[in-house]
């Protein structure tokens, strides 16, 4: 089927990551798999013709068949993300295209099953990153691998239970959090912005074989891209998402 | 970030072309990111995903991320998807 086409998806299921921050379940009919790191569209219709389009990142991974996991901050003057936490209930239907893009994915194959791979997320940028760790988890993949994973306080940090579990694993993912504005007693992690030094300590271990996706605000993206630059890992092998909402 | 004073508030708005990659892509018929081209102004390749998505206006414009320079401009009518090529010297699609 072409991926292209926008076909009806039905909501199964809504969970809450954070207080701001849930996952949405859709089935997708036909739908014929994605890679990880790949978003979709959705398509809001309102009676009067009006309708919005945003992209989201799918969190889950590719080898669930037959539908994929959204998870979407919520945007208070924002008009998809409200729409979604506040209105739709499970069994509801959305408009919905893709898999989209193949520039910001990692796949447990070829060469990048066995290369370093070095992850650095801001908030929501985690999510596609979330479907490469995923993947990689369920691969069997054991290449080393570490995500640098900002947020501002701890209980906004996205997934930080399966990112626990996930690094529990011993299969060679580490997860360094840091925390910018706030952090719990006894904290031990990262306690500022992302910036050059926390970069290169935090790559250092996987050395400049690494390969590189980094996802969030643009700040956040400039940052950790130009440190790698400077750091001297090869531009090829730096890919970058900067999320936020887009004005189609 | 909303914490952040340190940056231009019109740059800390810039996306990438993975963006618009559902539009470019129903309206090329093929996934668009990983698609080489190069800019009309100062001769950079570089793939569409990389290019640089300034969304907050009539349509989307992608410039190249080394001149700046504009090298796609994408508009969407009720009816169609105008996109202006003007700034890419060309676009490089493999064949199957």
Same mark, same amino acid.
């Given at each position: 089927?072409?991926?292209?086409?926008?076909?009806?998806?039905?909501? !199964?299921?809504?969970?809450?990551?954070t207080p701001t921050?849930?996952?949405?379940?859709?089935?997708?009919?036909?739908?014929?798999?994605?890679?990880?790191?790949q978003?979709v569209?959705?398509?809001? !219709?309102?009676?009067?013709?009006y309708?919005?389009? #945003?992209s989201?990142s799918i969190?889950?991974?590719?080898e669930?068949?037959?539908e994929?996991?959204?998870t979407?901050?919520?945007? &208070?003057?924002?008009?998809?993300?409200?729409?979604l936490?506040?209105?739709?209930?499970?069994? &509801?239907?959305?408009?919905?295209?893709?898999?989209i893009?193949?520039y910001?994915?990692?796949?447990?194959?070829?060469?990048m099953?066995?290369e370093?791979?070095?992850?650095v997320?801001?908030?929501?940028?985690?999510?596609?990153?979330?479907?490469?760790l995923?993947?990689?988890?369920?691969s069997?993949?054991h290449?080393p691998t570490?995500?640098?994973?900002?947020?501002?306080?701890?209980?906004?940090?996205?997934y930080?239970?399966?990112?626990?579990?996930?690094a529990? !694993?011993?299969d060679?993912l580490?997860?360094?959090h840091?925390l910018? #504005?706030?952090?719990?007693?006894g904290w031990m992690?990262?306690n500022r912005?992302i910036?050059?030094r926390?970069?290169?300590?935090?790559?250092?271990?996987?050395?400049?074989?690494?390969?590189s996706?980094?996802?969030g605000?643009?700040a956040?993206?400039?940052?950790?891209?130009?440190?790698?630059?400077?750091?001297?890992l090869?531009?090829?092998?730096?890919? !970058?998402e900067r999320f936020?909402p887009t004005?189609? | 970030?909303?914490?952040?004073?340190t940056?231009?508030?019109?740059?800390?708005?810039?996306l990438?072309?993975n963006?618009?990659?559902?539009?470019?892509?129903?309206?090329?018929?093929?996934e668009?990111t990983?698609?080489?081209?190069?800019?009309?102004h100062?001769?950079?390749?570089?793939?569409v995903g990389?290019?640089r998505?300034y969304?907050r206006?009539p349509?989307?414009?992608l410039?190249?991320p080394?001149?700046?320079g504009?090298v796609l401009?994408?508009v969407?009518?009720?009816?169609?998807?105008?996109?202006d090529?003007r700034?890419?010297?060309?676009?490089?699609?493999?064949?199957?």
């Amino acid at each position: 089927m072409n991926p292209i086409a926008w076909r009806l998806a039905t909501m !199964t299921a809504i969970r809450d990551e954070t207080p701001t921050v849930r996952s949405f379940t859709l089935s997708i009919p036909d739908w014929g798999g994605h890679r990880a790191g790949q978003h979709v569209d959705l398509r809001l !219709t309102a009676e009067d013709g009006y309708s919005v389009e #945003r992209s989201y990142s799918i969190a889950s991974e590719p080898e669930r068949a037959g539908e994929i996991d959204l998870t979407v901050e919520r945007i &208070d003057d924002g008009e998809v993300s409200p729409f979604l936490h506040d209105v739709v209930v499970v069994g &509801d239907r959305i408009e919905v295209r893709g898999p989209i893009g193949g520039y910001f994915v990692w796949e447990a194959a070829g060469p990048m099953a066995t290369e370093p791979l070095f992850l650095v997320a801001g908030g929501s940028g985690v999510v596609p990153l979330m479907a490469m760790l995923r993947h990689r988890a369920r691969s069997g993949a054991h290449n080393p691998t570490r995500l640098l994973f900002s947020s501002r306080h701890l209980e906004e940090v996205i997934y930080r239970e399966e990112l626990d579990s996930l690094a529990a !694993t011993s299969d060679g993912l580490e997860v360094v959090h840091t925390l910018t #504005r706030s952090q719990p007693a006894g904290w031990m992690g990262y306690n500022r912005r992302i910036d050059d030094r926390m970069i290169a300590d935090v790559l250092a271990p996987l050395g400049m074989g690494s390969r590189s996706f980094i996802c969030g605000p643009t700040a956040l993206v400039e940052v950790a891209a130009n440190a790698l630059v400077r750091l001297g890992l090869p531009g090829d092998r730096i890919r !970058t998402e900067r999320f936020g909402p887009t004005g189609t | 970030m909303a914490d952040d004073t340190t940056v231009d508030p019109v740059e800390a708005q810039v996306l990438d072309g993975n963006a618009v990659a559902g539009l470019l892509a129903a309206a090329f018929g093929v996934e668009m990111t990983e698609v080489p081209g190069a800019c009309a102004h100062c001769g950079t390749v570089s793939m569409v995903g990389e290019l640089r998505a300034y969304v907050r206006a009539p349509g989307t414009v992608l410039r190249c991320p080394a001149c700046s320079g504009v090298v796609l401009r994408v508009v969407e009518t009720p009816s169609a998807t105008l996109i202006d090529v003007r700034g890419a010297a060309y676009l490089r699609f493999e064949r199957g």
